[in-house]
């Protein structure tokens, strides 16, 4: 596949989205594209384009961009994470697709999915929900309710340590105007984290070391405040006739399929497929090709189903 390096304004005119544009070595567009988005702490590089590979051989290009505040783009405080400002940078990266000159001739506007994994797994499901230029969804392993997943994960003494962190962080900031940050993952026995799963780190320190080098493992502590703000569910009933698949790994206890499994059941459409993946975990969907290839090879396939055969 070929590769092409883009960028186009964010909301604020002043803040730029830098994003790599994948499409076919063969044949010629318009083709359909995906617009695709990472979880927490993502840049472009980590995991998304071995995702893409497999869209890009079923004859659809993939946009895949960094957020504001991460990776090559633009945005203060760094490693700031607000779920609502990376919707709306979804949805700039929908308006490039659909209104900027580079892309004529090259992606079809009339033929866009979105796709997001772990936090923005959550993200493809309210873009689905407010933006009608979207024709198909894939939500892969998604975070649904910020705070229970928060909470969940924490026990109720590490839960107690990170809110204590977060309230004199908050304290801190109003007062001298500065960020402080907190690890993405780690040992929670160790220090408090985000997320606290030890299995995490390594995965994403060897992607970053191996083809992400612009990866970094921590985020603002006022990122946990939106996490805890963030729910997804209020969105999904209004998910009314745009096809959607949700990619769930049995068992998952970091974006927790407790949550998922009753979500998809909230998805309002009728062309809907909840794909339940057995024997893989929340982390093997990036460590296990193997695993990787099930997921995108059912990731691709639907979108192959919706913006190629049944448009």
Known sequence: MKCK??????????????????????????????????????????????????????????????????????????????????????????????????????????????WGISYSGGHSLVVGALD??????????????????????????????????????????????????????????????????????????KIKKESAPRHEHFSTIQSVEHVWAYNVRPYLPRILDTPTLMIVAEGDDLTMWEQEVPAFSDIATQNKKLFVQRASTHMSMYSNLSHLAVAATEAANWYREWLIEKL
């Open 5 to 114: 390096a883009v960028e186009y304004p964010s909301e604020n005119p002043k803040e730029i989205i830098r994003a790599d544009l994948y499409t076919p070595s063969k044949g010629k567009g318009p083709w359909p594209v995906v617009v695709m988005g990472g979880g927490w702490c993502y840049v472009k590089e980590l995991i998304m384009p071995e995702y893409a590979e497999f869209f890009v051989r079923q004859g659809m290009a993939a946009l895949i961009f960094d957020y504001r505040h991460l990776g090559a783009s633009d945005g203060e405080p760094r490693q700031h994470l607000d779920p609502w400002r990376q919707i709306a940078d979804y949805r700039s990266s929908i308006d490039a697709v659909c209104y900027r000159d580079a892309f004529k001739g090259i992606v079809d506007p009339g033929r866009i999915g979105v």
């Open 132 to 205: 009608p230029r979207v024709r198909a969804v894939v939500s892969q392993i998604p975070i649904i309710d910020g705070w229970y997943n928060s909470m969940r994960a924490h026990g109720s003494v590490g839960f107690r340590e990170l809110t204590a962190l977060v309230a004199e962080e908050r304290k801190n900031r109003y007062r001298t105007g500065k960020h402080k940050t907190i690890p993405h993952s780690g040992d929670p026995k160790k220090e408090v984290v985000t997320w606290p799963h030890p299995e995490t780190k390594p995965v994403f320190m």
